[in-house]
C-alpha cells in the first residue's frame, strides 16, 4: 500500500466516524453554512459538533501549515481529503472569508506574531471576517478609494465608507484597505489593516437586493482606532497585498462553478417534470442543457484542480484567477438558470414553509451579482484579452 493510499483509508475511516449525520447530503438552505466567529449561530448541534472536529484536526485549512494550525497536508493529501469528502457528501466544515481570503494573504505578507495570533482562530473558526474594499463612487478602480487612516502615533484614525461589505453586519473583524499618504500616486499610499467590528465608531447598514434577501452592507468608520500592530505587510504598499488577496477572491468566487447547495438539477427536473417511457427525463431540450451542465462542471473542477498543481508549482499565470472567476460565475449562473427551468412552476414560489421562502427563487436572483462581486466579468475578460491573448489595444 503505497502512502497516498494508506492516507485515504485513514482519513476514510475518520470522516466515517467524525462527520455528523445532519452535515451529509446537499445543503438545504443558507442556514446549513458554517460561518463560525463569537456569534455563530449553528443549524444543528450536528453542525457545531462538525467545525469543532475538523477545525482541530486543521482541515477546515488543510493545506495551511500545522504550526499555524493548519493540516499540513500536501497537494496530493489535500486532494484525496476532498474525494473523500465528496464521497460521504460532507458539507463544508467552515464557510470563511479568513480561510478563502485573509489566510493566504497573512502567510504571504503577515508578520510571525500576526500568523500565530490569527491563521489558528480563523482555521477553528473562531473569528468570522469582511473584506472593505470596495467604496461608493471609487467604481471598478478600487485604487481610487478615499478612506483615510490619519497617523497619531501609535494608532492611527481611519474615517471613511465601505460598501458591498458581505456580511459586515455579521462579522467580528475587517481587513481594510485605507489611504495612510493621500499625496502619493493612487495605487501608493494604501495600506492594508486589520480591526475588531466593535470597536467604537463602526456602524453598518443592511443593502437589500432584488431577492429580498442581505449579504450586502454598507460600513462606515467614524473617528476608528486602529492599532499600528495590525497592518499587514509595508505600510503605503497595501496594494500589494489587495492585488494578492485579490487573485483568492476570484477563485474562491469562481469555485461556486464545481458545485453548489442542494439537490443536483437532473434531480429536481425528474421529481418536478417526470420521466419518459424509457426512464429519461421527459423534457428533451432540458435533458441536454443539464448534461452540458454536468460535463462543463467536470471539466471546471479539472481546471480547479490543475491550476491548484500549478499555483503550489510556481507556475500559474497571475490572470488565471480571472479566468476561473469569469468562467465559475458564469457556470453557477447557468446552474440557477437551470434549477428555475427545472424546478417548473413551484420554483416561482416566494414565501412559504414548502419552499424555505422561495429559497430557489431568491437564490436565482442572488446568482446575478456573481458576474459583478469580485471584478465584474467584463473586466476579467479585459484582463485575459490583455495579459493571456496579448490581444493588440486591449
Not at 467552515?94 to 489566510?103: D, I, P, T
Not at 493612487?186 to 475588531?196: A, E, M, Q, R, T
Not at 429580498?212 to 473617528?223: I, W
Not at 497571475?318 to 457556470?331: D, I, N, R, W
Amino acid at each position: 500500500m503505497s502512502d497516498l493510499d494508506g492516507f485515504r483509508a485513514e482519513t476514510r475511516a475518520w470522516l466515517e466516524a467524525n462527520c455528523p449525520p445532519e452535515v451529509r447530503g446537499p445543503m438545504d438552505s443558507e442556514a446549513d453554512m458554517i460561518w463560525g466567529g463569537r456569534n455563530a449561530v449553528f443549524k444543528t448541534p450536528g453542525h457545531k459538533t462538525w467545525l469543532e472536529r475538523m477545525g482541530a484536526r486543521g482541515w477546515t485549512a488543510p493545506e495551511w501549515p500545522s504550526d499555524y494550525g493548519g493540516g499540513g497536508l500536501s497537494r496530493e493529501q489535500a486532494k484525496v481529503l476532498a474525494s473523500e469528502l465528496r464521497r460521504i457528501q460532507a458539507q463544508p466544515a467552515l464557510n470563511s472569508f479568513g480561510v478563502w481570503m485573509l489566510g493566504p494573504a497573512l502567510l504571504q505578507f503577515g508578520t510571525e506574531e500576526q500568523k500565530r495570533r490569527y491563521l489558528p482562530q480563523i482555521v477553528r473558526g473562531e473569528i468570522r471576517w469582511c473584506q472593505g474594499y470596495s467604496e461608493p463612487g471609487a467604481g471598478s478602480d478600487l485604487a481610487d478609494l478615499q478612506t483615510r487612516a490619519v497617523d497619531q502615533g501609535d494608532h492611527w484614525i481611519v474615517n471613511g465608507q465601505k460598501i458591498w461589505t458581505s456580511y459586515a453586519d455579521k462579522a467580528d473583524w475587517i481587513f481594510c484597505l485605507v489611504r495612510t499618504d493621500p499625496e502619493a500616486p493612487k495605487h501608493l499610499g494604501i495600506s492594508f489593516v486589520l480591526f475588531d467590528m466593535a470597536t467604537p465608531g463602526v456602524t453598518t447598514r443592511p443593502i437589500t437586493l432584488i431577492s429580498g434577501k442581505s449579504p450586502f452592507c454598507e460600513t462606515f468608520f467614524d473617528d476608528v482606532r486602529v492599532e499600528k500592530e495590525n497592518l499587514v505587510g509595508t505600510l503605503n504598499r497595501g496594494w500589494d497585498v489587495a492585488k494578492y488577496l485579490l487573485a483568492h477572491e476570484r477563485t474562491m468566487i469562481g469555485a461556486m462553478g464545481e458545485v453548489g447547495a442542494g439537490r443536483p438539477v437532473g434531480q429536481v427536473a425528474k421529481d418536478s417534470l417526470g420521466l419518459d417511457g424509457q426512464g429519461r427525463l421527459d423534457e428533451p431540450m432540458l435533458r441536454a442543457r443539464i448534461a452540458e451542465l454536468d460535463v462543463d462542471a467536470i471539466a471546471f473542477r479539472a481546471a480547479l484542480e490543475r491550476t491548484g498543481d500549478q499555483v503550489k508549482a510556481g507556475q500559474a499565470h497571475p490572470a488565471v484567477a480571472s479566468m476561473l472567476k469569469y468562467y465559475g460565475s458564469e457556470l453557477n449562473k447557468r446552474r440557477h438558470e437551470l434549477l428555475m427551468a427545472a424546478g417548473g412552476i413551484d420554483a416561482l414560489e416566494w414565501e412559504g414553509e414548502r419552499s424555505h421562502d422561495g429559497q430557489t427563487a431568491r437564490d436565482w436572483l442572488r446568482t446575478k451579482a456573481n458576474s459583478i462581486e469580485g471584478g465584474t466579468s467584463e473586466i476579467q475578460l479585459n484582463i485575459l484579452a490583455k495579459h493571456i491573448l496579448k490581444l493588440p489595444g486591449a
